[in-house]
């Protein structure tokens, strides 16, 4: 199954994050900010992050865009689950190259579902 790197600095959004990934058969790696977040796709190839965009030391757009120059991870999917919904926000990580965006709070299926479309290649 898919590998689903999980991005964030809340620990029970990562704990459901990952329980509901795992439910539906998703391995996951976990990263508590930005740091662990580089040294994360450092060491391996997610198919898919999903990215805070407020995180201690590097910010999910700082990955964003490093994910994006990376030519390992360049065409992996990334899912932004953030606080921030203005439209400069939204707009900006789309055109940073995110593949989807949703606003906390969310609905875990609903992103379970965005997450499953964008791993079968849908854009």
Not at 25 to 30: M, W
Not at 34 to 48: H, I, M, W, Y
Not at 72 to 96: C, N, Q
């Amino acid at each position: 199954m898919p590998t689903i790197l999980v991005a964030d600095d809340e620990p029970l959004l990562r704990e459901l994050l990952e329980f509901r990934l795992t439910q539906r058969g998703y391995d996951t790696i976990l990263a508590a900010d930005g740091r662990e977040a580089v040294r994360q796709l450092e060491n391996g190839s997610p198919d898919a992050v999903v990215l805070d965009m407020m995180m201690p030391v590097h910010d999910g757009l700082e990955i964003l865009r490093r994910i994006r120059s990376s030519d390992d991870h360049s065409d992996t999917p990334v899912v932004m689950l953030t606080a921030r919904r203005g439209e400069k926000d939204i707009v900006g990580a789309l055109e940073l190259g995110a593949n989807d965006y949703l606003v906390k709070p969310f609905m875990p299926e609903e992103l379970l579902a965005r997450l499953a479309r964008l791993l079968k290649g849908g854009r």
